[in-house]
C-alpha cells in the first residue's frame, strides 16, 4: 500500500537537501508529481498533500482523467503534458492541458496553436531538446531550437516557457552532469532572449540531485510519489476480457485494476487507437473478439445492444467452448434469456450501471441467470466494488433500477437546468446560478444521506413554514401534478425498456 504523504515527504526533503547542497532556496525548485497510469485516487490524495502539479504522457487516458476530476470540483490543478506528442492527438493535448513540456517539432507547435480553445489562456510550452543524442528519446536535436522557437512566437494561443530535457539512463553521473550542464547554458542564453522564458524542467527520482545541481527548477517524480503500482499486482487466477471498449467498460476496467493485474485483462474493439488508454495502464488490446474471448474466463460484453445479436452470434459460431466461461452483459434490454438463446449457456449475469459509477458514486444493479455460481457472484460483485452501491435481484428488479437510477441522473440534471434557467431569469449571473444550484443539490442529498433516521418528507417539512415562501412553491408543485408527472416518466422509461426486450 503506497503512503502517498511520507512519499510526498521524503522527496521533499531529498528536494531540499540538493537544493542545500547547492547552495539554492528550495523555493526555486518545484515538485511535478508524475501522474500517468496512475488512477484518480492517488491524484486526490497528493492533492490532498498541497501538490498542484500533475504530469502525464497518454492523451486519451489523462483527457479522461482530468475531465473526470474537474467534474469533481478539482480545479485548480495544474495539468502538465510530458510525453512524446502523435499528431492525431494534438487537439486532445490542447484542448486539456496547460502546460505542454515535449515540444520538439515546429509542426506539433503549429497544431497545438491551431486546436488550441479560444476560451482557453495561451497554452504554455517547453521546449524538449535532446540532450542525450539517443534515438529513442524524444526532443529536438539543439540545431532545431531556433525554428522551433521561432515557429511558438508566431502562434498567439501559444506561450514559451522554457526547455525540457532527459539525461541518459546511466549510472555515469559525470556523463549526465555533463548533460544538464549543457541545457543550463543553452537555457541561460534563451533566457536573456525572451521574457517569461523561466522553466529549466529536469531530473527525475534517480537524478533529481544532479539536476538541482545543474540549475533544473521542476523536477518531474512518479513512481517514488505513488509506488510502482503494488495495488495493481494481486491475481485473481482468471482471464478477463472485455468486448468493448467504451465508457462503460472504461469504469468497469479502472474498478477491477483497483484489485487485480491489468495484465490479466484484455480489451478488444475495432479501431486499435482508442485502446491505447488501456495499453498505457498494463493491459492487453486486440481488434480480434474471438481471439480476446478464447482466452478468458470472464468476459464482458461492453457493447450497445443492436451490437450485440451479431457479437453473442460470432461467438457462437467460432468453435469456442463456451461453457465453462462466465459473460457479464451490460446492454440495455436485452435479456438472459435472449443472450442464453444464442450461447446456448446459463453462465450469464447481467448488470445496468449508471452514469455516476464513473466517479465510484453509482447504482449497479445485477442480475443472475440459473447456472451462475455464488463464488462468481462474490468475484463480480468486487470487480464492480469501485463503481458504487450493487443491489442484487432479478431482470424486473434490474429494469426498475434501470428506470430510477439510469435515467434519473438525468431527470435531476433537468430539475437543475430549470432551477439554473428561472434563477438567470430573475437576474442572476449564469456562473453564479450554475454554482448555487450545484451547492443547493449537493447539500440536499448530504442532508438525505446523514439524516437515516428522518423520512425525506420530514426534511422537506423542516423546510416549509405554512404560508411561507417555500410553501408557496410547493403548492404549485402539486397544482402541476408533480407526483403523477414522475409516476409517468418513470413508467414510460419502463414501457421504453419492454419495448427493448421485444426486439431481441
Same mark, same amino acid.
Not at 150 to 160: A, F, H, M, R
Not at 221 to 237: L, P, S, V
Not at 330 to 346: E, F, N, P, V, W
Given at each position: ?252 476496467? +479502472?474498478?477491477?485494476? =483497483?484489485?487485480?493485474?491489468? #495484465?490479466? &485483462?484484455?480489451?478488444? %474493439?475495432?479501431? *486499435? /487507437?482508442?485502446? $491505447? ?95 451462475? +455460481?455464488?463464488?462468481? =457472484?462474490?468475484?463480480?460483485? #468486487?470487480? &464492480?466494488?469501485?463503481? %458504487?452501491?450493487? *443491489? /442484487?435481484?432479478? $431482470? ?106 421485444? &426486439?431481441?
Amino acid at each position: 500500500m503506497n503512503n502517498i504523504k511520507e512519499n510526498l515527504q521524503t522527496i521533499h526533503q531529498s528536494i531540499q537537501t540538493a537544493c542545500d547542497k547547492a547552495n539554492r532556496s528550495k523555493t526555486e525548485v518545484h515538485l511535478l508529481c508524475v501522474s500517468k497510469t496512475k488512477p484518480e485516487g492517488l491524484i486526490k490524495e497528493a492533492y490532498a498533500q498541497g501538490e498542484r502539479h500533475f504530469g502525464e504522457s497518454y492523451a486519451v487516458e489523462a483527457s479522461e482523467k482530468i475531465q473526470s476530476l474537474k467534474a469533481q470540483g478539482y480545479n485548480d490543478i495544474t495539468w502538465h503534458f510530458i510525453g512524446p506528442i502523435q499528431k492525431n492527438k494534438t487537439k486532445l493535448i490542447a484542448a486539456n492541458f496547460d502546460i505542454v513540456e515535449s515540444v520538439d517539432r515546429s509542426i506539433v507547435a503549429t497544431r497545438l496553436n491551431d486546436q488550441r480553445p479560444d476560451d482557453l489562456p495561451p497554452l504554455e510550452v517547453l521546449v524538449q531538446v535532446n540532450i542525450s543524442h539517443e534515438d529513442q528519446k524524444s526532443g529536438c536535436d539543439e540545431s532545431e531550437i531556433d525554428e522551433i522557437i521561432d515557429t511558438i512566437l508566431q502562434c498567439k494561443k501559444l506561450k514559451v516557457r522554457g526547455f525540457m530535457g532527459i539525461g541518459t539512463d546511466t549510472l555515469d553521473k559525470d556523463l549526465i552532469a555533463q548533460e544538464f550542464a549543457h541545457l543550463k547554458e543553452l537555457f541561460d542564453n534563451y533566457k536573456q532572449k525572451f521574457t517569461n522564458f523561466d522553466i529549466l524542467s529536469m531530473g527525475m527520482t534517480h537524478d533529481l540531485e544532479n539536476a538541482i545541481m545543474h540549475g533544473s527548477n521542476e523536477v518531474r517524480i512518479g513512481t517514488a510519489i505513488f509506488g510502482a503500482r503494488e495495488y495493481k499486482n494481486k491475481t485473481m487466477d482468471k482471464k478477463i476480457a472485455f468486448i468493448g471498449g467504451g465508457n462503460m467498460v472504461t469504469c468497469i476496467f +479502472e474498478s477491477i485494476i =483497483k484489485s487485480f493485474a491489468a #495484465k490479466d &485483462l484484455t480489451v478488444s %474493439g475495432p479501431h *486499435i /487507437e482508442k485502446l $491505447e488508454k488501456f495499453k498505457a495502464q498494463g493491459a492487453n488490446i486486440s481488434t480480434d473478439n474471438i481471439e480476446t474471448a478464447k482466452n478468458a474466463d470472464i468476459v464482458f460484453l461492453g457493447v450497445k445492444p443492436q451490437i450485440l445479436t451479431g457479437v453473442l452470434e460470432e461467438l457462437k459460431n467460432s468453435g469456442i467452448d463456451l461453457s465453462k466461461k462466465l459473460f457479464i452483459s451490460m446492454a440495455a434490454g436485452y435479456k438472459l434469456s435472449s443472450i442464453s438463446r444464442i450461447l446456448d449457456t446459463h453462465n450469464i449475469i447481467r448488470i445496468m450501471p449508471n452514469t455516476p459509477a464513473k466517479l465510484g458514486l453509482g447504482v449497479i444493479a445485477i442480475a443472475y441467470d440459473s447456472a451462475v +455460481e455464488d463464488e462468481s =457472484k462474490e468475484l463480480c460483485k #468486487k470487480m &464492480l466494488s469501485f463503481m %458504487g452501491e450493487c *443491489i /442484487e435481484g432479478d $431482470e424486473n428488479t434490474l429494469n426498475v433500477i434501470g428506470a430510477v437510477c439510469g435515467c434519473g441522473p438525468a431527470f435531476v440534471y433537468r430539475f437543475m437546468e430549470a432551477l439554473i434557467t428561472e434563477a438567470i431569469r430573475h437576474g442572476i449571473k449564469p456562473a453564479d446560478a450554475r454554482k448555487m444550484v450545484e451547492q443547493t443539490v449537493f447539500g440536499s442529498v448530504q442532508m438525505v444521506m446523514k439524516n437515516q433516521n428522518t423520512e425525506i418528507s420530514q426534511l422537506r417539512e423542516a423546510v416549509t413554514s405554512k404560508g411561507g415562501t417555500t410553501f408557496a412553491g410547493l403548492t404549485k408543485m402539486t397544482e402541476g401534478n408533480f407526483e403523477k408527472t414522475m409516476t409517468n416518466t418513470i413508467q414510460a422509461s419502463l414501457d421504453r425498456t419492454y419495448e427493448f426486450e421485444k &426486439l431481441f
